[in-house]
């Protein structure tokens, strides 16, 4: 059977805006969490404390994350990839942290600038840090099921790179669909590695929808029991260093389904819907959901 309930984590604000050209004011991203909080949202990842040279979308991180009226029941994750991004983010007071590797050489390279082993080797005294500050570290694997430079990836790549976070003392690994071309029982094959290491709850879908493929991957992950997702308000998102990727599942689209499943959330959908034309106004485009669309459009 399938689980009862679901935790969605809203990576919008952060994926979602990462790769956006146009510079989105920090007020509107503030003002876009505070929408997905009051639609029922309790996990997010706000921003990023990255180098603002390689993404300067999240250069307001600071400013976004004081700017925020933090609620005690929301935890707000931000993406740390060094020792350096998580002494900027330590006084912003995150409650957790996501750093980021992937299952392919060449992305990882081209998206942190080491080799996977390097990445490892430098989350691990940032994971120390963090985890002694009482600090949740969820682990992003990227390009789990293909990578744009390399193309198929074996589930073995996954099997290693997670057991190389685990042993670091990671808490909670990600698995990442990066450019959308994972299909139901590749990705099942894919967290099956990932169950290895990581117990159910600390497992968790990240799926971007570039082939349209991203619900159908995210109900046979619920056929493992896995409860746990990311998910982007108004299908927001796309990594800068992986053209061509589109956004992940649509929150909405995600709610939609779970809701017909019968399976709980504690999410609004309007209010959700609300949130994705809000930023869809932002960026001066339509949102990309279905669900958006055939609701907005009532
Ligand atoms: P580097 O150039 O190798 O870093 O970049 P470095 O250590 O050699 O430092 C170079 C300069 O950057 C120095 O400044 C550092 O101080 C500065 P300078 O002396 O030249 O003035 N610097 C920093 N500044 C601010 N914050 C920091 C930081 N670190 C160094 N944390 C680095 C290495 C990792 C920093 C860089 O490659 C980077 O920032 N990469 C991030 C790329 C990124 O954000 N990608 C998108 C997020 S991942 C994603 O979207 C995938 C995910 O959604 C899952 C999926 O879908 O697959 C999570
Ligand atoms: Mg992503």
Redesign the pocket.
């Known amino acids: 059977s399938l689980p009862s309930q679901v935790t969605l984590c809203d990576?919008g604000p952060r994926?979602g805006l990462?790769n956006e050209k146009q510079t989105v004011a920090t007020e509107h991203k503030v003002e876009l969490i505070q929408r997905l909080q009051e639609a029922g949202i309790r996990r997010l990842e706000a921003t990023?404390?990255?180098?603002?040279?390689?993404?300067p979308q999240?250069g307001d991180n600071v400013e976004v994350m004081r700017g925020i009226a933090r609620r005690p029941d929301v935890a707000y994750a931000v993406?740390?990839?060094?020792a350096?991004?998580l002494e900027?983010a330590l006084p912003l007071k995150p409650d957790e942290i996501?750093v980021?590797t992937?299952a392919s050489e060449a992305f990882t390279q081209k998206?942190?600038?080491?080799s996977i082993a390097e990445s490892i080797e430098r989350f691990a005294p940032v994971v120390a840090e963090a985890k002694a500050r009482g600090i949740k570290v969820r682990a992003?694997l990227?390009?789990a099921l293909g990578c744009p430079y390399e193309g198929e990836i074996h589930p073995d790549q996954v099997d290693r790179v997670a057991a190389q976070l685990k042993a670091i003392g990671v808490d909670h690994l990600?698995v990442?669909d990066?450019i959308g071309v994972g299909t139901p029982r590749r990705v099942q094959a894919a967290l099956e590695r990932a169950l290895k290491h990581f117990p159910l709850a600390e497992v968790s879908g990240?799926y971007?929808d570039t082939y349209g493929q991203a619900l159908a991957n995210v109900y046979a992950s619920l056929e493992l029991g896995v409860a746990t997702f990311d998910a982007s308000v108004g299908g927001l998102g796309g990594?800068?260093?992986a053209k061509g990727a589109t956004g992940n599942v649509a929150t909405e689209d995600v709610v939609f389904m779970l809701n017909g499943l019968g399976i709980e959330t504690g999410v609004d959908i309007e209010a959700l819907v609300d949130a994705a034309a809000f930023i869809s106004k932002v960026l001066g485009r339509p949102p990309v959901s279905r669900v958006a669309r055939a609701l907005l459009a009532k």
């Open positions: 990576v994926d990462q990023s404390f990255v180098s603002p040279k390689w993404v999240m993406l740390v990839p060094n350096k991004g900027a996501v980021f992937a998206n942190i600038n080491c992003a990227s390009c990600g990442s990066t990240h971007h990594c800068p260093y």
